[in-house]
């Protein structure tokens, strides 16, 4: 079993063709600008949107950490169970649990449904998160599961899992989008608090192995994208020229910040979705080095 919090058909950009994407839930870092706050807990979360509640009550009478303030429904986290009971009796949709556990089985159901699309694109399954290799065993199981029926597995990883997943994933010949959020190790703490220094070793480890690797290079304004921060990606990604398929810029996008509110969390970094300027000048930045990167849409 595993616990998944969403499965997206018909993706365009997480990998090659149309896909299939399955979020997984946990991960262990905690970057400042998280786009899936949702996939951090490895249990299932509560989502509450205040935009779509309309104060009808019926939460109240099953969750013993609801009351009204000043008209409107609060949320008592510290006292929240995750019971769901909250998002059966919201005619709204305004309560939602995130989070379910799912059999391997139950999500190549879901998987297989694009078979015929995967075929003529080229696509396949993508495993996301939150961070797929925390759930080693299922996502192992799950990519095995879709070998068998001919369907091909990349894999969005921060790169911090136990080798054991990068080795069998490999051998399973799984792509793996793999990011680099900083070089810089104490950098990297401070955005994500947790050291790089695991998460280039497995890197490294594809690298040596042959591995078929995409890099991802998550750039947020301001945070990791200064002179420093850019000059050591280029020289990274040149000591290691031919040991990747290329190098893609993702850039920061607000998504996450609502997404935390709803959570009952604030969200540590707010700022606007990167500019087509600060688009063009990542790359252009990265040509200055003589580095070429492709542009996540």
């Not at 694009?114 to 399954?125: Q, V």
């Not at 280039?200 to 480890?205: A, E, I, K, T």
Request: aromatic share 10%; with cysteine.
């Amino acid at each position: 079993m595993g616990i998944i919090f969403n499965i997206q058909r018909y993706c365009l950009h997480d990998g090659d063709g149309i896909r299939t994407n399955v979020f997984f839930k946990g991960c262990p870092l905690r970057c400042l600008w998280c786009h899936n706050p949702e996939g951090l807990d490895s249990t299932v979360s509560v989502s509450f949107s205040k935009d779509k509640c309309t104060g009808c009550g019926s939460c109240l009478a099953v969750c013993g950490g609801r009351s009204l303030v000043d008209g409107k429904i609060s949320i008592a986290r510290d006292v929240c169970t995750k019971c769901g009971k909250c998002a059966e009796v919201c005619l709204a949709g305004a309560n939602e649990l995130i989070g379910k556990e799912m059999t391997a089985e139950e999500v190549m159901s879901q998987v297989r449904r694009d078979k015929m699309f995967y075929k003529t694109s080229g696509g396949g399954m993508t495993l996301s998160g939150g961070e797929p290799s925390m759930q080693t065993d299922f996502a192992l199981e799950l990519i095995s599961l879709a070998n068998k029926e001919g369907i091909g597995t990349f894999i969005e990883t921060c790169g911090i899992g136990p080798r054991r997943f990068y080795r069998d994933a490999a051998d399973m010949e799984a792509v793996f989008l793999f990011d680099i959020k900083c070089i810089d190790p104490d950098s990297h703490f401070a955005l994500t608090g947790v050291s790089n220094e695991k998460i280039l070793d497995n890197l490294r480890y594809l690298f040596d192995r042959g591995a078929d690797v995409i890099i991802r290079l998550p750039l947020i304004p301001l945070l990791n994208d200064t002179d420093d921060d850019i000059k050591l990606l280029c020289q990274f990604l040149k000591e290691n020229e031919g040991k990747y398929r290329y190098a893609e810029i993702m850039p920061y996008h607000t998504f996450g910040t609502s997404k935390a509110e709803r959570l009952g969390e604030d969200s540590k970094y707010k700022a606007k979705d990167a500019t087509s300027y600060d688009k063009e000048n990542w790359v252009k930045r990265f040509a200055d080095y003589g580095v070429n990167v492709k542009l996540s849409q």
